[in-house]
């Protein structure tokens, strides 16, 4: 059982940086990848970033590389998304998802390969 909670949402002007966590837990941590993924008012959810828990290796939406930045701190438990230079278009619902069975070959970018998600907090970017 892994239970994840996000924090960090809100309002920000077009250009301007936000970060997001996610506090989880869970009995262990060896095989876990944690996602980002987003949500926009009338379409499909979709990756934005994840990372494994043991190796820290990362991947990213093309849409954000460059721009979003994914880690985590062991000792807290906690992924991170940092969002600078947000444009409009990153508006949505952010939500953070475990994946407790993660192989090097997963499908990172497939919603359906994690088994937990947050509640989901609202980013919303103003032009």
């Known amino acids: 059982q892994v239970q994840l909670v996000e924090s960090g949402g809100g309002l920000v002007q077009a250009g301007g940086s936000l970060r997001l966590s996610c506090a989880a837990s869970?009995?262990?941590?060896?095989?876990?990848?944690m996602g980002w993924f987003r949500q926009a008012p009338g379409k499909e959810r979709e990756f934005v970033a994840a990372?494994?828990?043991?190796?820290?290796?990362?991947y990213y939406a093309d849409s954000v590389k460059g721009r979003f930045t994914i880690s985590r701190d062991i000792a807290k438990h906690t992924v991170y998304l940092q969002m600078n230079s947000l444009k409009p278009e990153d508006t949505a619902v952010y939500y953070c998802?475990?994946?407790?069975?993660?192989?090097?070959?997963?499908?990172?970018?497939?919603?359906?390969?994690?088994?937990?998600w947050g509640q989901g907090t609202q980013v919303t970017v103003s032009s």
């Open positions: 869970a009995r262990t941590f060896s095989r876990i990848a």
């Open positions: 990372i494994t828990w043991s190796g820290g290796v990362k």
């Open positions: 998802a475990a994946d407790t069975n993660w192989q090097s070959y997963s499908p990172y970018r497939s919603s359906q390969e994690y088994d937990y």
